[in-house]
């Protein structure tokens, strides 16, 4: 899976957040990617654990 643009990386995030996001599509590269997205666009979503 690549991502062409922020709007591809947008959506990828945005169903994985709403549980709609079909699990042939939550590869590696979309992990990285809306783990990225959530720290950018929500922070409110990330717990540290120190």
């Known amino acids: 899976m690549t991502f062409d643009d922020d ?3 947008e959506r990828t995030a945005r169903a994985m957040i709403d549980c709609s ?5 939550w590869t590696h590269a979309a992990h990285f ?3 990225l997205w ?3 666009h929500r922070p409110d979503r990330v ?3 120190l």
Request: proline share 6%.
């Open 33 to 35: 990617a809306v783990a």
């Open 47 to 49: 717990r540290l654990s």
């Open 7 to 9: 709007d591809a990386i």
């Open 38 to 40: 959530i720290l950018r």
């Open 21 to 25: 996001l079909p699990k042939a599509q």
